[in-house]
């Protein structure tokens, strides 16, 4: 049986996380194990709880979380996003890959609770780029786009905290990168 391990991926809103994973996760079903994050905001059109998320009232949340039940948490536009730690521990014992999609925050607390975890931040070619896809995905108003952008500027500054940065310019190019850096 292979050797479980934690690998977190981490970028910024819109620069393509969610697409390279599921095209990731596609190809590997067997070996791969995605984490469900809990959060507090409401889903968007088409995603379902237990799927994308675990949709979870503030007060819900805040009990788990004072119940040490998190990996890492973290506030982010106004709503609590987490790593609900059961299901990790179980899949790593097993021997899976498991991948965690959080912000920054939780990504430097993973480092400090877990530092064996495989650390990974997704780039965009530019900003330029990356406002024009938060503006086609047609998800988030103006202001919440404003606010997007200025938290990627922060978070691209800390690339060079993580072990291996991707740019998704070519999106076969960083999934061929993101599958040598997360199977060998």
Partial sequence: MSEGKLIVITGPSGVGKGTLLKKLLEKYPDRIFFSISATTRSPRAGEENGREYLFWSRA???????????????????????????????????????????????????????????????????????????????????????????????EVAAADEFDITIVNDDLEVAFHQLEQAVIY
């Fill in 60 to 154: 819900e949340f805040e009990q788990k979380r004072d119940a040490g039940e998190f990996l890492e948490f973290a506030e982010y536009a106004g709503n609590l996003y987490g790593t609900p730690i059961s299901a990790i521990s179980q899949a790593i014992e097993l021997g899976r890959i498991v991948l965690l999609e959080i912000e920054l925050e939780g990504a430097r607390q993973v480092a400090v609770s877990f530092p064996s975890a495989k650390r990974i931040f997704i780039s965009p070619p530019s900003m330029e780029v990356l406002e024009s896809r938060l503006r086609d995905r047609s998800t988030d108003s103006d202001e919440q786009i404003v606010k997007r952008l200025h938290h990627a500027q922060l």
